[in-house]
């Protein structure tokens, strides 16, 4: 696998990488170079590893061997699929962030609160909303963090058609902002609309990457292949 590290402005770079769990290899990479300059998608079969590779690059779990480099001074946010919610009001949720960073404002989470589409719900509570109305809580909580990387396992797993759409937007909110995002995604029309580049993961592995249309035009690898028709057919 060619890696060229000068095609990336910004770039994460992965080697002789594992991750185990009681006894199985979760993650398995010699060697990849995943860009930081563009929507990057990873895709793959269920239990593939994707979730795995996000909260690796978040640092929330430590690789068993190997190292992780980062070309740019990360700052990141990880939005899992399936982010608990504490018993208190969207805006309480919200204001959780402050534990990370005390400098976060009662002004920036109104205003964050109101760009995710919220403030009228923000005395609601948390745990009573909707499936998409806890997803842009969610992500109101990245935007506070003020990433430079954005990290979101499945961010619009079981969401109707209009509330997707406004997730996309906010994906593509990030990317013109200069935010990086990678995300995963069992949705090949959304990754197709969105990612400038893929990650296909598959047992572990990744077993091939590159630019997004390429990549949906002429798979390398059976595996690719494989997954591909399983999904569009």
């Known amino acids: 696998m060619v890696n060229t590290l000068e095609q990336f402005s910004r770039f994460i770079e992965l080697k002789d990488i594992t991750v185990k769990s009681n006894g199985r290899t979760i993650l398995s990479i010699a060697h990849a170079v995943i860009p930081a300059d563009r929507i990057t998608a990873c895709i793959g079969p269920n239990g593939a590893g994707k979730t795995t590779l996000l909260k690796l690059l978040n640092g929330l779990i430590?690789?068993?061997?190997?190292?992780?480099?980062?070309?740019?001074?990360?700052?990141?946010?990880?939005?899992?699929?399936?982010?608990?919610?504490?018993?208190?009001?969207?805006?309480?949720?919200?204001?959780?962030?402050?534990?990370?960073?005390?400098?976060?404002?009662?002004?920036?989470?109104d205003a964050v609160l109101k760009q995710v589409g919220l403030n009228n719900l923000a005395s609601s509570p948390a745990h009573r909303l909707s499936a998409g109305e806890r997803q842009k809580l969610c992500l109101g909580r990245a935007i506070l963090q003020k990433p430079n990387l954005v990290l979101l396992d499945e961010p619009t797993a079981n969401l109707d058609p209009n509330t997707t759409e406004q997730v996309e937007?906010?994906?593509r909110q990030f990317d013109a902002q200069g935010t990086d995002v990678i995300f995963s995604s069992h949705q090949l029309a959304q990754v197709q609309r969105l990612a400038k580049f893929i990650l296909f993961i598959d047992q572990g592995e990744i077993k091939e990457k590159g630019s997004a249309?390429?990549?949906f035009a002429d798979p390398q690898t059976q595996a690719a292949k494989r997954y591909l028709y399983q999904e569009l057919i």
């Open 213 to 215: 249309g390429p990549f």
């Open 62 to 109: 430590k690789p068993d061997t190997g190292t992780i480099r980062y070309s740019f001074a990360n700052k990141t946010a990880l939005v899992l699929h399936h982010t608990p919610m504490i018993k208190a009001s969207a805006k309480a949720n919200l204001s959780l962030v402050k534990d990370v960073d005390a400098s976060i404002t009662a002004a920036e989470i």
């Open 169 to 171: 937007e906010m994906i």
